[in-house]
């Protein structure tokens, strides 16, 4: 079990470029979870996955931000046009929904800083 | 809205047990109260979770009041390792799955001193 795993695990870009994020959940698991953390609060929920589906998205998501998982395993996060409030830690979970508690496990994390 | 309350901070001494306070008044019947940490710069790391009954795994034991209201975390030897940022969030689950997303608040940084 290699764990949750994100790439890159830092990003700089300029105000107006397009980033993409990768995350690859733990083998077996069936859903995946995408959080957004700015300094000094908690995660925040963005979106979440059951295999490719993507069943709920958080108002946090404007229409800049896009997810897939096209095949049900790895997952994309992309982030256009972005701006200096974008800057901030992005966390991807995974779960597997067939065990009863559920219990999500987290990444390390990709840092995004927004020039 | 995160439907806890956590002190901002607390301190405690190498070696000794930390208890970490959490209350959630307003928790309904089917709600799971989990306990995460996070360590600077880290992703959030799983401890534990419970309904009613206290639980106890090799990180922690959770403590659940019986009115359900509040519950503690302990750490019961905590070391240097242990400083970080402890999240109490309730949960809805039910059988064939969860209400999905976490929602997390500011959660207590536990700074663990020598």
């Known amino acids: 079990d290699t764990g949750v795993s994100q790439d890159p695990r830092h990003k700089i870009t300029k105000r107006g470029q397009n980033v993409t994020f990768r995350c690859d959940p733990i083998s077996e698991h069936n859903r995946l979870y995408w959080y957004r953390q700015t300094l000094g609060q908690g995660p925040e929920f963005l979106t979440y996955?059951?295999?490719?589906?993507?069943?709920?998205k958080s108002r946090l998501l404007s229409d800049r931000f896009s997810a897939e998982r096209p095949k049900g395993s790895f997952s994309t996060l992309e982030i256009q046009r972005t701006e200096q409030g974008d800057s901030a830690m992005y966390l991807c979970?995974?779960?597997?929904?067939?065990?009863?508690?559920?219990?999500?496990?987290f990444g390390p994390g990709t840092r995004l800083t927004v020039l | 809205d995160a439907k806890t309350t956590q002190p901002t901070s607390m301190d405690c001494a190498e070696g000794r047990a930390a208890n970490l306070p959490c209350n959630h008044s307003?928790?309904?019947?089917?709600?799971?109260v989990y306990w995460y940490r996070q360590i600077h710069s880290q992703g959030p790391q799983y401890i534990i979770h419970g309904l009613k009954n206290n639980e106890t795994n090799e990180m922690a034991s959770l403590i659940i009041t019986e009115d359900r209201k509040s519950s503690t975390l302990i750490l019961p030897h905590a070391t240097l390792r242990d400083t970080a940022v402890y999240y109490c969030i309730v949960r809805l689950l039910n059988y064939g799955g969860s209400q999905g997303n976490l929602i997390f608040g500011k959660g207590t940084k536990l700074s663990v001193k020598p």
């Open positions: 996955f059951q295999n490719e589906a993507q069943l709920e």
């Open positions: 979970a995974s779960s597997f929904s067939w065990d009863y508690t559920d219990t999500q496990y």
């Open positions: 307003t928790i309904s019947g089917n709600e799971y």
